[in-house]
């Protein structure tokens, strides 16, 4: 049935990437934000499947948004694929540096302490006035191999960039859920000490899960920044993380799809609310969670996989 | 000599006040293992409910005394209906489940409810300064301190002693301690373990009201004060270790003395000086301060 | 004379005051079956795990085919050649019971470089013939398809062991594995387990309270006491030692024969 869930995919890559003609611009801006989103989402999920829930990816998100704000503003590089590299390799990075210390955390104490290093982040932005402090700064326009396209055709361009990463990052992350390593997150969670003992290292399978969220982070904070035009420390405040969270419990933890039609739904559902009901999109947010946990517990992919099971053609 | 009294001082109220958030999360934590985003919303609750209650009993012209004990019962009611609401209506639901999952319920929660303290306060701030003013203040050779910053380190300590004495000395506080310590064995004695969460509950949700109700005159009572809270009564409990009540005490003094000297010496630093703390002690101790030994697994 | 594939000199274990394990000595030769006897709180486990890295040993040293293994991780050991089992199983619940083997399995044959388990299957070809040959080996192919986590106990333990086994390791230890089996089916699961066991070439020491299940499969016995080893020869005279009668298996002096049936 991989064959089946690859055809889907690709038809659905491929229609996501004509709509650019077809849907109006507020749309194609949304949708380039949520797919960014869903970046930090798919590396929520890795960690996710191994049993540990972060409340700080907004702080990769946050790492990456800032050094293409930083990197186009300082520097004469202008080009987006390289920008969004460089925001990724960042986040990367700290998130190698950050994984000896978090690595060896679980649950609540690794939610909690990742939590604070985001939440330090927020704080040194903060108390910096030459990044902006709390009103942050402007990123510069950016560049494509060369081309500068401006109006739609710079919509059009991010959206496709955007798209285009997405599906590799899908594609390198499926792959790894079928590898020993990324198939490990099960056993992981439910008994790291026999993993141990057949013969693994759990802190280093740990390490690279932390390594991979962090990255996927940067991604889709650089390709936030870019799309948004704008970085501000909030992208680092733990409400942020908590969105990330939401959609992850929305999308379900199982596979790499629905991290970005979870946070395609939700980039919609509070577009709506934040326009019809201003005062109360938290309100709506919060019974959306609410209800999901209580009646959807594994997510959207969970009906997903029911549909399929019903139909026989997996086991549940 | 003289900063190092005032970052004594400065430390002291500022752990007071952490120490008063902190105290209902790590009991709620210690008992039911639950990080509850909503004690956010306990607090928010109490301070506008204190607002409420300065505004209809200040400018009258009654005996101030009078009303600080209607801004804590004001608020202590308002967190017990809340923790009512809350334990009985959504919690309650999701018992059994992940750990996790259980800090999301709570996080919806608190997201439904600061939406409804706009619906019911409006989005406007509250000032709630008298009765700041009405405790006057005292001077100490160079410095002046207010009253009211000083009748907070008392309610702290006080706190924190009725606490001690509570749960060492009275049947509901041995209650609470067994099954803290192993909840299947207290259920397995006979103790009515869903009775105790419930009380638990709604003990922590009248603590963090209460903590709101203090402080929401030094403070704008406007939006968004719930969520400072709750990240910083976090790395306190964390600090100390969950579920632990001398660990929030001492947790609490470390991070408030912490922040103090920040404060006056290195300004810069003020904003993170909690989550550097946090992040140190997890370091050496990874589960917080005050915590018991993991039995052997196999 | 080859070297032993075990040796053990001196070794002890200290948690603060208390003396879980002292002056071990002992050595195995390659593909002896060694029976380990003891009450509960004798040191057994212990010593366990410490031969398996799970615990680091206060004093003494650990020899593995004349190897110093002496503190090395679990992980590390493991990958060398030495793999145990557990008193209480320690499976994997939310996966089926090939899942189970199929993961030990892919990281025995998974390359053993750095980046050797996030580039390779898990469901490899050699992966999964060596978890299906093992799920017939201890013959728990019926429950091939169930979620660990519904597993009888029995089939829980052999599992346990086949995941221990995969990745051909040449020392096994397993600790009880007959507890929580009830009397009447500890043979037949003892019986599965070493005709497993028995084409592998494998050194086999195995933690066992009843002392019928010892005589019949232990060629070497070794009698724990009090966190040392008291007793060490063969499975008849160690048994009929009146000391480890009064000690560990707990019938009367001068009986016709030693386990439970006399007391």
């Known amino acids: 049935m991989i064959q089946h869930s690859r055809i889907i995919a690709s038809s659905a890559f491929l229609a996501a990437a004509a709509a650019v003609f077809v849907l ?28 540990l829930v972060s409340f700080g990816q907004a702080l990769y998100y946050c790492i990456g948004a800032y050094a293409v704000a930083l990197v186009g503003r300082w520097t004469g590089i202008t080009d987006a694929i390289l920008l969004v590299l460089i925001g990724g390799a960042c986040a990367g990075l700290v998130s190698f540096v950050v994984g000896f210390l978090l690595a060896r955390y679980r649950e609540i104490f690794f939610a909690m302490l990742s939590l604070a290093l985001s939440m330090i982040l927020y704080g040194v932005l903060v108390k910096t006035e030459s990044l902006g402090s709390t009103d942050g700064f402007s990123v510069i326009v950016p560049t494509f191999l060369g081309y500068a396209p401006h109006q739609d055709g710079l919509l059009a361009a991010l959206y496709w960039l955007v798209l285009a990463v997405c599906a590799i990052a899908a594609l390198l992350v499926d792959a790894y859920f079928h590898s020993v390593a990324g198939a490990l997150a099960v056993p992981l969670r439910d008994n790291e000490i026999r993993v141990e003992f057949l013969g693994l290292s759990v802190s280093r399978l740990i390490h690279t899960k932390l390594v991979i969220s962090g990255l996927l982070g940067g991604l889709g904070g650089a390709l936030a920044a870019l799309a948004v035009g704008h970085v501000d420390p909030n992208m680092s405040y733990w409400t942020t993380s908590g969105e990330f969270v939401f959609i992850t419990i929305l999308a379900g933890a199982g596979s790499v799809g629905p991290a970005f039609v979870g946070s395609l739904l939700f980039e919609s559902v509070r577009s709506f609310a934040v326009a019809m009901l201003p005062q109360l999109w938290q309100l709506l947010l919060g019974s959306v969670l609410l209800l999901t946990i209580l009646f959807l517990p594994q997510g959207l992919g969970s009906l997903i996989t029911r549909l399929r099971w019903r139909r026989g053609v997996e086991a549940p | 000599m003289l900063t190092a009294f005032a970052i004594l001082v400065d430390g002291l109220v500022y752990a007071a006040y952490l120490f008063i958030v902190a105290i209902g999360l790590t009991l709620i934590f210690g008992v039911m293992k639950i990080l509850n985003v909503a004690h956010g919303s306990f607090y928010t609750f109490g301070a506008y409910g204190a607002a409420t209650a300065v505004g209809i009993y200040f400018d009258r012209g009654l005996p101030a005394a009078g009303g600080f004990l209607l801004m804590a019962l004001f608020a202590m009611v308002l967190g017990l209906a809340l923790g009512l609401i809350l334990e009985r209506g959504v919690m309650r639901l999701v018992y059994g489940r992940d750990e996790v999952v259980m800090v999301l319920v709570t996080y919806a929660a608190f997201l439904i409810l600061e939406d409804i303290v706009i619906l019911i306060w409006g989005p406007g701030s509250y000032a709630t300064y008298q009765p700041l003013l009405a405790a006057g203040n005292t001077e100490v050779g160079e410095l002046i301190l207010s009253n009211y910053d000083l009748g907070l380190i008392v309610v702290a300590a006080l706190l924190a002693m009725i606490s001690f004495w509570a749960l060492k000395f009275t049947r509901y506080g041995r209650l609470l301690t067994a099954v803290i310590f192993d909840r299947e064995t207290a259920a397995a004695f006979g103790i009515n373990v869903r009775l105790v969460y419930t009380v638990t509950f709604v003990i922590g949700a009248m603590l963090g009201a209460l903590g709101g109700a203090i402080m929401a005159p030094k403070i704008a009572v ?22 632990s009540i001398e660990g929030a005490l001492v947790g609490a003094l470390i991070v408030g003395i912490c922040r103090a000297a920040a404060v006056h010496l290195v300004p810069q630093i003020e904003l993170f000086v909690i989550y550097g703390v946090m992040a140190l002690v997890l370091l050496i101790r990874p589960y917080g301060l005050f915590v018991r030994a993991q039995p052997r697994k196999i | 004379m080859s070297a032993p594939i075990l040796s053990v000199r001196d070794l002890g274990k200290r948690f603060g005051s208390m003396i879980a394990a002292r002056d071990i000595t002992v050595s195995l030769p390659a593909q002896q079956t060694v029976g380990v006897i003891g009450s509960n709180g004798a040191g057994k486990t212990t010593f366990i795990n410490m031969v398996t890295g799970h615990l680091r040993p206060t004093h003494g040293a650990i ?35 090939f899942d189970n083997i199929c993961v030990a399995a892919a990281i025995g044959h998974a390359p053993k470089h750095v980046m050797g388990h996030v580039w390779t299957p898990l469901r490899s070809p050699e992966a999964v013939s060596e978890a299906e040959t093992l799920l017939d080996l201890f013959a728990i192919r019926r429950y091939r398809d169930t ?34 089996i009830s009397i009447e089916e500890k043979f037949d699961l003892m019986q599965v387990i070493m005709s497993a066991l028995r084409n592998r070439k494998i050194t086999v020491l195995f933690v066992e309270h009843d002392m019928e299940i010892v005589e019949r499969f232990a060629e070497r016995v070794l009698a724990f006491y009090d966190g040392t080893v008291i007793a060490d020869g063969t499975p008849a005279a160690t048994l009929a030692d009146e000391r480890i009668q009064t000690l560990i298996s707990g019938s009367r002096p001068n009986a016709a024969k030693g386990g439970f049936a006399d007391v």
Do not use: C, Y
């Open chain 3, 147 to 180: 979620l660990a986590v519904t597993l009888p106990q029995g089939v829980r333990k052999l599992l346990d062991i086949g995941m221990a086994v995969a990745g051909s390791p040449r020392l096994l230890l397993l600790d009880e594995p007959t507890s929580g």
């Open chain 3, 63 to 97: 020899h593995f085919e004349d190897r110093d293994i002496t503190g090395l991780p679990s992980r590390t050991i493991k990958a060398m050649g030495i793999s145990r089992s557990f008193q209480v199983a320690q499976i994997f619940p939310s996966l089926t019971a």
């Open chain 2, 222 to 243: 406007t939006l968004g004060i719930g969520v400072e809270v709750i990240v910083l009564a976090f790395a306190v409990v964390a600090i100390g270790g969950m579920g």
């Open chain 1, 24 to 51: 109006p611009d507020w749309m194609i801006s949304l949708a380039t934000i949520a797919f960014a989103n869903g970046l930090v989402v798919l590396g929520l999920i890795v960690l996710w499947r191994a049993g």
